[in-house]
C-alpha cells in the first residue's frame, strides 16, 4: 500500500488529532497496513507483545480467556482505536485475543517504533496515555457489568455503548448498520444466544429498539435503561 495512503489514514485518526506531520509521516513509514477478515485472529495469548495495531476501518473483539477456560469479552473496538498497547507498558507477551469481528483494516506498528515516537512528540504522549486510561476504565466497568447487572441490564447496557460507539443520531433516533448477530451479542454480554433473543425482542415490543441484520435503530438512549 501507498505511503501516502498509509499517511492519509493516520491523520484521519481521531487519536492523532493535532500531532505534528513529521511524526504521522515517521509512523507511516514504519508501519505495514494489511486488509483482514471477519474472524481473523489477529494475536492470542501468550504470543510475543511486540506489536502495536491501529484500526483504520472495521471492528475488533478483545477478550479474555478465564481460567476455567471460558471467553469473556472486553471489548468491541471500531475505526480510530488502538489495541495491543500492552506492547508500549512492558508487557513482554499478549494476555489477550483480538479478533476481527468486521472486515478490518489494521496498521501495525513496532513497538520499539512506536515507543521512539512517544519519546518524541509529548502531544503523541499525551493522547496515547489519556487512551490507554480510558481504555482501563472501560474494562473495570465491562468488569462491573459482568458481576453486578443481570442479563437483560448487560445486554441494555451493550446496545447503548454499541449506538454511541458506533452508530450515527438522526433527527428523533440513533442508527447502526450493519447491526450484530445475537450469537455475537451473546459473546459480548456474556449471556445465551436465546437470552439476547428474548431481551432484544422484549425491547423491540415495549417499542425501545428497532433491529434486523441491516441495522439497529435505538429511540431514545439516555431512556433506554
Sequence with gaps: MAEKTKLWYLQNFNLFKEVEDHTLIEMAVSSHMTHSKKKEVIYFPEEPSNTVYLLKQGKIK?????????????????????????????????????????????????KHH?????????????????????RMSEFESKIEDLVFKDARERVVAFIKRYAETFGKELVDLWEVRPFLTHQEIAELTAT??????????????????????????????EELA
Design 114 to 134: 512506536f515507543q521512539d515516537l512517544l519519546a518524541n512528540s509529548n502531544v503523541l504522549s499525551r493522547r496515547v496515555s489519556t487512551h490507554i486510561g480510558k
Design 62 to 110: 478483545i477478550s479474555r480467556i478465564s481460567p476455567d477456560g471460558q471467553s469473556v469479552t472486553l471489548a468491541l473496538l471500531g475505526p480510530g482505536e488502538i489495541f495491543g498497547e500492552s506492547a508500549i507498558l512492558g508487557q513482554e507477551t499478549r494476555q489477550n485475543i483480538a479478533e476481527v469481528v468486521e472486515e478490518a483494516v489494521i496498521c501495525a506498528i513496532d
Design 192 to 221: 445465551s444466544r436465546q437470552t439476547v433473543n428474548a431481551i432484544l425482542n422484549e425491547l423491540k415490543e415495549e417499542g425501545r429498539i428497532d433491529f434486523t441484520r441491516q441495522f439497529l435503530r435505538v429511540r431514545n438512549l
